[in-house]
């Protein structure tokens, strides 16, 4: 079946970065551009950015721009998000998820990882 | 960007009421509107895609409507599974943008 496993929840200190990945299974993983959502806690949906696993291209919220970067492994069907420079306000719950092809929206969402930023 | 509004913030309804929740775009979509469910501790699940065509699986008392700027999800007779949180995503545009989420609560 479809779908999209995550990495652990991390732990982190400001300043430090972190890397999530987002192994896809069940589908052709270069067909499918990849979102990245982020949640703090008790907050609505954030979107990120998207990469496009074929061609490697990206488009970043204007407000992560220089600050986030979204690659791909397409040897092993995984994507990442990289967040660098961590605040204590970028303690959410990461989410990445398969964009059905622009007609449906996010159809799959990864099951989410806690990142946690705290001194 | 596009900025997307929706209201109300929080609901408050029983079993078997009928549920409206509305999003407005910032400038005109067209028919590029998403709605999603979301449960405590569980990741979004799509709803509702191209403003009104049902997902796959998604019960039928869900429905959407509308285009250009104005949309409604309407849920016509809440079940208990329903208590959740809705968000509506736009994705006209290369750059995606959510609503801030409508709380369906227990009356």
């Known amino acids: 079946q479809v779908q999209l496993v995550q990495s652990g929840a991390e732990v982190k200190k400001p300043g430090a970065s972190v890397k999530v990945s987002c192994k896809a299974s069940g589908y052709t993983f270069t067909g499918y551009y990849m979102h990245w959502v982020r949640q703090a806690p008790g907050q609505g949906l954030e979107w990120m950015g998207w990469?496009?696993?074929?061609?490697?291209?990206?488009n970043y919220a204007q407000k992560f721009q220089g600050w986030v970067t979204m690659t791909r492994d397409t040897s092993i069907s995984t994507a990442y998000m990289e967040l660098s420079r961590l605040r204590s306000d970028d303690t959410a719950v990461y989410y990445c998820?398969?964009?059905?092809?622009?007609?449906?929206?996010?159809?799959?969402w990864g099951q989410g990882t806690t990142v946690t930023v705290s001194s | 960007d596009i900025q997307m509004t929706q209201s109300p913030s929080t609901l408050s309804a029983s079993v078997g009421d009928r549920v409206t929740i509305t999003c407005r775009a910032s400038q005109s979509i067209s028919s590029w509107l998403a709605w999603y469910q979301q449960k405590p501790g569980k990741a979004p699940k799509l709803l509702i895609y191209?403003?009104?065509s049902l997902e796959s699986g998604v019960p039928s008392r869900f429905s959407g409507s509308g285009s250009g700027t104005e949309f409604t999800l309407t849920i016509s007779s809440l079940q208990p599974d329903d208590f959740a949180t809705y968000y509506c995503?736009?994705?006209?545009?290369?750059?995606?943008?959510f609503g801030q989420g409508t709380k369906v609560e227990i009356k």
């Open positions: 990469i496009n696993p074929n061609s490697g291209g990206t």
């Open positions: 998820a398969r964009d059905s092809g622009g007609v449906r929206g996010m159809d799959v």
């Open positions: 995503q736009q994705y006209n545009s290369y750059l995606v943008t």
């Open positions: 191209k403003a009104s």
